[in-house]
């Protein structure tokens, strides 16, 4: 299992441009995440998909999108690129949302986003 | 408002030197409590789930316990493979059915041979 993946690692990007993070999972699980990670701040949550074709904003969604249109994937779009999303973007997946179990998330290895 | 506040944000050891780490939290109906070690360019690693008050993990030199208010997470002898940032979030409802995990700052730990 290569677990969750994403692509790409680094990218500079100029203010007003757009670009797609992509992520990918396969653990087969239904429950997706971005999350942005600012210094000195704990992770935030941009967006989330509770399965394909179900998605939802989280804290801070303002700028980005998302899609859900299969199990596996889940890519998060910014539009019109502003400094403030300098940051470093996590996806993650869990199995479930329960108590019973099995909703611990597993995040990829990051996205690194300079916007200038 | 649901916060999460750990302490220290640094900590330095010497190897072999125990210690232990602060994760406290108010927010209104826990749904579990998560640590995770984040070394620097990485995502977060999971380390351990607690559900309940009184609950503890174990795993290799590292041991979470939770009460109502706090959960710690003991080092034991410490090595400098240790050394990373250790994160501790806790899971609250956020509308419907879905949950939201809400992260602390973090603790670096940096242990010196």
């Known amino acids: 299992n290569a677990g969750v993946t994403q692509t790409p690692k680094f990218r500079i990007l100029k203010i007003g441009q757009s670009m797609t993070l992509q992520c990918t999972q396969d653990?087969?699980?239904?429950?997706m995440y971005w999350y942005r990670q600012d210094p000195g701040m704990g992770l935030k949550l941009i967006y989330y998909?509770?399965?394909?074709?179900?998605?939802d904003k989280g804290e801070v969604p303002n700028g980005y999108n998302v899609s859900r249109s299969t199990t596996e994937d889940f890519p998060l779009r910014l539009e019109l690129a502003a400094p403030s999303q300098t940051s470093v973007y996590f996806c993650?997946?869990?199995?479930?949302?329960?108590?019973?179990?099995?909703?611990?998330?597993?995040f990829g290895p990051g996205t690194r986003l300079t916007v200038t | 408002e649901d916060q999460v506040t750990q302490s220290p944000e640094a900590l330095r050891l010497q190897e072999g030197e125990s210690s232990s780490l602060n994760c406290s939290y108010t927010?209104?109906?826990?749904?579990?409590l998560f640590w995770y070690r984040q070394d620097p360019g990485k995502g977060p690693e999971f380390l351990f789930t607690?559900?309940?008050a009184g609950e503890e993990k174990e795993k290799e030199r590292l041991k979470a316990t939770l009460t109502k208010k706090e959960s710690f997470l003991h080092i034991t002898a410490p090595k400098p493979e240790d050394s990373a940032t250790y994160l501790c979030?806790?899971?609250?409802?956020?509308?419907?059915?879905?949950?939201?995990?809400?992260f602390g700052t973090g603790t670096l730990l940096a242990v010196q041979p």
């Open positions: 993650a997946s869990s199995y479930s949302m329960s108590l019973a179990g099995g909703d611990e998330q597993y």
């Open positions: 653990m087969n699980h239904n429950y």
């Open positions: 998909s509770v399965g394909a074709g179900i998605t």
């Open positions: 927010v209104s109906g826990l749904r579990g």
């Open positions: 607690l559900y309940s």
């Open positions: 979030a806790v899971q609250a409802r956020y509308g419907g059915a879905t949950n939201k995990l809400i």
